[in-house]
Nanobody, 116 residues
């Protein structure tokens, strides 16, 4: 069964850090472009950061450039998002996604709340 499972979300104060993880099972992440999306209450889901299957192309949403870092560990079949200098506007449910020839898969999401 193909599955993506996010972890690492939580409540953090402004300026703090979190590291999100997304573990894949039932398929190999190597073959997929993978990324992080987020959806805040009342807003549409948006792409935060994505990385190509070969890791030679990386996208960051302008508002997270310099603060967030995406990485993948193909040996662990896991995607990461290191989030530093968090701001209240980063508050959202964060989802990981894997897109490839064999499918388009989503995790269940993990809540990130940035508040004092």
């Amino acid at each position: 069964q193909v599955q993506l499972e996010e972890s690492g979300g939580g409540l953090v104060q402004p300026g703090g850090s979190l590291r999100l993880s997304c573990a894949g099972s039932g398929f190999t992440l190597d073959d997929y472009a993978i990324g992080w999306f987020r959806q805040a209450p009342g807003k549409e889901r948006e792409a935060v950061s994505c990385i190509s299957s070969s890791s030679d192309s990386i996208y960051y949403k302008d508002s997270v450039k310099g603060r967030f870092t995406i990485s993948r560990d193909n040996a662990r079949n896991t995607l990461y998002l290191q989030m530093n200098s968090l701001k209240p506007e980063d508050t959202a449910v964060y989802y990981c996604n894997a897109l490839g020839l064999h499918g388009d898969y989503w995790g269940q999401g993990t809540q990130v709340t940035v508040s004092s």
